[in-house]
């Protein structure tokens, strides 16, 4: 049987064929969706906006895929100018095709009543009473089989729901959502490509905040954006999919969801889930979440650092921790300061320029490295010098053990330990091993102090040089040697030479 190609290259088609007795199916021989579309014309409109969103090539793939196809009389239903529109937008078309193509090849016998996740992102909804529709769509012809899926022929066009903001905004209970969005400059954001999860608070959730909060955080746009982005996951996650744990967010800390007894972010109840967006999903929560503090007010909140806190007031590290960072923090607890050797401490916080040194080497700036992200190896700090990471037998962080992970702060994680770790201690082995951290504008350069051995620690901006004495003057503290150089230029390598 020949493919009549209805004068369109079949190369370009894509998807279906009208059944001549509704119910029955049909085999052709092999052929794929885009060669039996050429081959129907009451496909016309369906293969024209095929074409004009790009998507020819994505539908005559291998697939397989499941298409829900609109046959012209359904593109007819249409409001005047919608079909106009969509082939003027491209991109718009492309997401309401999509919202009609599901991944796999889902027979009428296979399918079940209840959202069906498309392409698209966002999932339609199946009911099978009184015949098989999707939202709201009459399947005509179900089973036409293609080499690289099957069609059903629906009697209307589907449309994909509303983006996130849209959908916030046609909810008189999302209000003082939708007012915060706008405040914090967060409304292109919630527009954009996604997916995102959001747990939604309602009015009733912000009326429960204490009084003049939901006033103080619109009049605080910063502030009120990282309240905000606490509510948001990357990419969809459906009720389904949630699993108790931490969640990181999109401003960074996590949140901890909670599967017993119902679902509770936090301790937010989950009054409605999985309500469908374009770009994403959404959970309505009866509470606010509120982000945990900074790291220096979460360590400065539990007793068990107050050695620790002292000591970052007393080196001048206290502004530097509550920036946006992010940082990972291996925070000692009172009994690791209490092991140092009589004296210690007081020594330290007498020489804030030492005291400052053996604290950065506490520090990992750069993505939150959560106890699941730790590897066997090396860990940069804002000190300069390398942590050596092992985790046979638990982890430690060079000969410290880590007592508790994954401390939720604004800016980072703290995992907590049980020994003060100096930085001589982060380096292997090898001889005269180099670590810099570029930080700010400024490289820190820092190398094992050895014995009787004074290298010379050169730059040079291409690795073939020529190499200049690096000048600044060298700190020697804790078996390490440290420089801080400006570091402006767009390469700059670094060696020792004896």
């Given amino acids: 049987m020949k493919t009549v190609k209805h004068g369109i290259q079949a ?38 906006a095929v074409q004009a969103a790009g998507l020819a090539e994505t539908l005559a793939g291998p697939g397989p895929l499941t298409v829900f196809a609109p046959n012209n009389a359904a593109f007819a239903k249409l409001p005047a100018g919608t079909v106009e529109g969509l082939l003027a937008n491209p991109a718009n078309l492309r997401q309401v095709l999509l919202y009609h193509v599901v991944p796999g090849r889902r027979t009428a016998s296979t399918l079940t009543a209840g959202p069906l996740v498309t392409v698209q992102g966002a999932a339609a909804r ?31 066009v589907i449309l994909p729901p509303a983006g996130l903001v849209e959908l916030v905004a046609g909810n008189p209970d999302f209000s003082t959502l939708l007012a915060a969005v706008q405040a914090a400059g967060l409304a292109d954001f919630f527009a954009g490509a996604g997916p995102f999860t959001v747990f939604a608070p309602n009015n009733a959730a912000f009326a429960k905040l204490p009084s003049g909060t ?10 009120l954006r990282q309240v905000l982005l606490y509510h948001v996951v990357r990419n ?17 800390a996590a949140v901890r969801v909670n599967l017993t007894g119902g679902v509770k972010v936090n301790d937010s109840g989950v009054i409605a889930a999985d309500v469908e967006a374009a770009n994403g999903v959404v959970h309505v929560i009866d509470s606010v979440l509120l982000p945990p503090p900074d790291l220096v007010a979460v360590a400065a909140a539990n007793p068990d650092f107050s050695t620790l806190v002292t000591a970052l007031q007393a080196a001048g590290l206290v502004d530097a921790l509550k920036a946006s960072g992010p940082f990972t923090v291996f925070a000692p607890n ?21 005291l400052r040194h053996i604290l950065l080497y506490h520090v990992h700036a750069g993505p939150r490295v959560r106890a699941g992200d730790l590897r066997a190896g090396t860990l940069s ?51 005269l091993q180099l670590s810099v951290v570029v930080l700010g504008g400024q490289a820190t350069v820092v190398w094992p102090a050895r014995e009787g051995v004074a290298p010379v620690l050169e730059s040079a901006s291409v690795p073939s040089g020529p190499w200049s004495a690096v000048t600044v003057p060298v700190v020697v503290a804790d078996g390490v040697r440290k420089v801080t150089v400006p570091s402006t230029a767009e390469n700059q390598f670094f060696r020792l030479r004896r």
């Fill in 381 to 431: 700090t804002l000190q300069g010098a390398p942590l050596q990471i092992s985790l046979a037998g638990g982890a430690r962080i060079n000969q410290a053990g880590v007592l508790a992970t994954d401390v939720e702060a604004l800016n980072g994680v703290i995992h907590v330990i049980d020994e003060v770790i100096l930085p001589g201690g982060g380096f292997g082995l090898e001889d």
């Fill in 11 to 48: 190369g370009w088609l894509i998807l279906l064929l009208v059944l001549g007795m509704a119910g029955a199916t049909v085999r052709t021989r092999a052929a794929t969706l885009v060669e039996i579309a050429a081959g129907n014309p009451d496909f016309s409109t369906l293969v024209a």
């Fill in 214 to 223: 939901v006033e103080g955080l619109l009049a605080d746009p910063a502030k």
């Fill in 334 to 354: 009172n009994a690791a300061f209490a092991k140092l050797p009589p004296g210690t401490i007081d020594a330290l916080l007498a020489d804030t320029n030492r």
């Fill in 236 to 252: 969809r996650v459906r009720s389904t999919d949630l699993v108790a744990g931490a969640v990181p967010t999109v401003q960074g």
């Fill in 126 to 156: 199946l009911a099978l009473e009184g015949g098989v529709k999707i939202d709201g769509a009459s399947v005509l012809a179900p089973d036409v089989i293609a080499d690289n899926g099957v069609i059903h022929v629906i009697d209307s």
